[in-house]
């Protein structure tokens, strides 16, 4: 199974039945194709929803589902991906601007964005491997070398001294 991660968190791909995309929170699952037969017994898959052709006709169901499966997998501009599964982490800070509170800025907006994918890349990792050792040690580990590597600042910038 293929995810996609966008830097504000929106978790995108084709579902699939490899582990239970609810653990992530709850899903947005929209149809990309219909895999149906014609009068004679012929399947075709109709993937106008996501703006594409319509593929056959097949002797067999699977022969339809795996042409299907195919057409997605090929990077057809991607316009499809929007349309299928979406699920968007929740932000790190709960407080809104418009109460008052902290704004977010360029900064801790990219730390979330690392952090939330590492937590994502440790959670299909630990479902895969079922495993809840392996999700935190994924997770400390795709962290701290976030951390080291300078993809994550914890901090601001030291700042830098003017002469005048």
Known sequence: MQLTISPTGRVT????????????GPLIIRRASHVEPDSSGRWFADLSPVSGPTLGPFRVRSDALAAERSWLDADHGSAWMSQTITHTFPRLDAVE???G???MGA???????????AFVLAVVL?????SFTVFIVTFVIVVIL?????DIRPGPPPHRRRFR
């Open 126 to 130: 630990g479902l895969l491997f079922q």
């Open 101 to 103: 509170g902290p704004r």
């Open 146 to 150: 976030a951390c080291v590597s300078g």
């Open 13 to 24: 791909g084709i579902y699939d039945e490899a582990f239970d995309l609810a653990l992530l």
């Open 97 to 99: 601007p418009e109460s």
């Open 107 to 117: 900064r801790s907006k990219l730390n979330e964005a690392y952090v939330t994918g």
